[in-house]
């Protein structure tokens, strides 16, 4: 039981976990919050105590989280893959590997390394395929385990669950390969990979990114650069669907397909000023 052991976790991260339900429907609400609450102390005693801030910071999860739950709950989600989609928001990302910083490929192909610089890509593309691997196989184990020590006795996960939340983990970062994932008639998977993608326009996120590149997070202008440069990251993942012609309805010129994905997505340019 050394996994559940709340005293462990920060209060205000039980918080933003419970506040984050406000978003769901008042039938499903308390149930869900059980369940996450559950997995999130697993998730912290497990994972999270242990993270480093080269990987990310401790918020993300509940971020993606609380994302998810707006989602989910507009795009009208069942009760079961609303479970599904909290399990992914929370175990996606438990499968750490030190990164490949895109700057410094950037670096050795203006200093003309070309076939060095292909080659760290192709790495970089090896090393999100194990990080995601290895969240699939996390995202199995905790999720036996919190079936194993409910204690209402019940099963939370079905086998079918379980296996389906393995799958989306599996394919979570795909787009970063360069595959086309997920597409508009896979709802569930959608709404997971929204949720996680906007993660570098909330503040933390943000603040995170200026410390990984060992930028003064006191500089007004580092915050404003920051955030430009992740915006990029919104174009070059449209870009790779319309670059192969794949029309998958997404709403105006951004990478959204969903409207509170959409929406979220907007207000966070306008809390920019941008
Ligand atoms: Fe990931
Ligand atoms: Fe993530």
Not at 102 to 115: A, T
Not at 134 to 147: D, F, H, P, Q, R
Not at 196 to 206: E, K, S
Request: charged share 35%; hydrophobic share 35%.
């Amino acid at each position: 039981m050394e996994n559940l052991n709340i005293d462990n976790v920060p209060s205000y991260l039980l918080n933003i976990l419970s506040n984050s339900f406000s978003q769901v429907n008042e039938k499903e609400r308390n149930s869900l919050m059980d369940i996450s609450k559950m997995m999130f102390i697993y998730l912290y005693n497990r994972y999270l105590l242990f993270r480093s801030s080269e990987d990310n910071r401790k918020e993300h999860e509940l971020i993606v989280l609380s994302n998810v739950l707006k989602i989910s709950e507009k795009m009208e989600l069942n009760y079961s893959d609303k479970k599904i989609a909290i399990a992914v928001s929370l175990f996606h990302d438990t499968c750490f590997i030190k990164r490949i910083m895109e700057e410094e490929i950037r670096k050795l192909e203006e200093k003309g390394s070309i076939k060095e610089a292909n080659l760290l890509r192709e790495k970089k593309k090896d090393q999100r395929r194990d990080h995601m691997k290895g969240g699939a196989k996390n995202t199995k184990e905790a999720l036996e385990y919190i079936n194993k020590i409910n204690p209402h006795g019940w099963t939370i996960f079905t086998d079918k669950e379980i296996e389906r939340s393995e799958k989306i983990v599996l394919k979570h970062d795909l787009i970063k390969t360069d595959e086309l994932y997920p597409k508009r008639i896979n709802t569930l998977e959608l709404c997971c990979h929204e949720s996680d993608i906007l993660w570098p326009l909330h503040p933390i996120g943000v603040s995170a990114d200026i410390e990984r590149y060992g930028k003064d997070i006191n500089e007004k202008e580092n915050w404003t650069n920051q955030v430009k440069e992740n915006l990029k990251l919104f174009d070059d993942m449209r870009k790779k669907y319309d670059k192969k012609n794949v029309d998958d309805r997404f709403i105006e010129k951004t990478y959204f397909r969903t409207e509170e994905g959409h929406r979220i997505f907007s207000n966070w340019l306008k809390f920019w000023n941008l």
